[in-house]
């Protein structure tokens, strides 16, 4: 028979495995899917259609369609035009999820510099109208553009290790270059809640 001393240390042993070994047998977490986050085109006000190939998928590490000083893990963009009378508007939604949120941080400044620059005849400034931002996102930045005829509105938001890069045409140019209203600050501010709305669920939802 087993000495008093044997039993304990036999069941000091499972005490301590049995817990790695049940956290072993766990499900992983569950990771959103990009394409669950976006934006559905009857989710846009007005007369907005997506691309036809539907959303485009970056090319991981290292490929982000962002281009350089990237690391992102996954990358996913939806294209979205609007008739503008006979012209044309135009917007996309750019989600990024990185393995660490120390890895989006970095990337959210690099973003925020390289999407924010001046044109030769016309600025980024904070919007005309009080907009409401993103009350979940770690960190955003709301930005449109003053002295360009089709005026658009850029939202660069951080949600953990998620990056979202969304822009919107306020105004589009018709055949003869005229601008024309396609989408205003209410719907703007209508979509950047939706967008806090999709992000806050989703990405909660892989905390669970």
Same mark, same amino acid.
């Given at each position: 028979?087993?000495?008093?001393?044997?039993?304990?240390?036999?069941?000091?042993?499972?005490?301590?495995?049995?817990?790695?070994?049940?956290?072993?047998?766990?499900?992983?977490?569950?990771?959103?899917?990009?394409?669950?986050?976006?934006?559905?085109?009857?989710?846009?006000?007005?007369?907005?259609?997506?691309?036809?190939?539907?959303? $485009?998928?970056?090319? *991981? =590490?290292?490929?982000?369609?962002?281009?350089?000083?990237?690391?992102?893990? #996954?990358? %996913? +963009?939806?294209?979205?035009?609007?008739?503008?009378?006979?012209?044309?508007?135009?917007?996309?939604?750019?989600?990024?999820?990185?393995?660490?949120?120390?890895?989006?941080?970095?990337?959210?400044?690099?973003?925020?510099?390289?999407?924010?620059?001046?044109?030769?005849?016309?600025?980024?400034?904070?919007?005309?109208?009080?907009?409401?931002?993103?009350?979940?996102?770690?960190?955003?930045?709301? $930005?449109?553009?003053? *002295? =360009?005829?089709?005026?658009?509105?850029?939202?660069?938001?951080?949600?953990? #290790?998620? %990056? +979202?890069?969304?822009?919107?045409?306020?105004?589009?140019?018709?055949?003869?270059?005229?601008?024309?209203?396609?989408?205003?600050?209410?719907?703007?501010?209508?979509?950047?809640?939706?967008?806090?709305?999709?992000?806050?669920?989703?990405?909660?939802?892989?905390?669970?």
């Amino acid at each position: 028979m087993r000495s008093t001393g044997e039993e304990r240390l036999c069941l000091l042993i499972v005490c301590v495995m049995f817990p790695l070994i049940l956290g072993s047998c766990r499900p992983r977490e569950r990771v959103p899917q990009l394409e669950q986050l976006l934006l559905e085109k009857n989710e846009i006000p007005g007369e907005w259609t997506t691309s036809p190939g539907g959303p $485009q998928a970056g090319q *991981g =590490r290292g490929g982000s369609p962002l281009g350089g000083g990237f690391n992102a893990q #996954e990358s %996913l +963009v939806q294209y979205y035009y609007h008739p503008a009378g006979d012209g044309t508007a135009g917007a996309h939604e750019r989600i990024l999820r990185f393995g660490r949120s120390s890895d989006a941080e970095d990337s959210y400044e690099v973003l925020k510099d390289s999407v924010f620059v001046d044109g030769l005849e016309w600025t980024w400034e904070d919007p005309e109208h009080a907009i409401r931002g993103p009350a979940h996102a770690a960190e955003s930045t709301l $930005q449109c553009t003053r *002295g =360009r005829r089709e005026q658009m509105c850029r939202l660069v938001a951080r949600y953990d #290790e998620y %990056l +979202v890069d969304l822009k919107i045409d306020l105004y589009g140019l018709t055949s003869q270059l005229e601008a024309v209203s396609v989408f205003t600050y209410e719907d703007l501010e209508t979509v950047i809640q939706l967008v806090d709305q999709k992000m806050t669920m989703g990405t909660s939802e892989a905390l669970r």
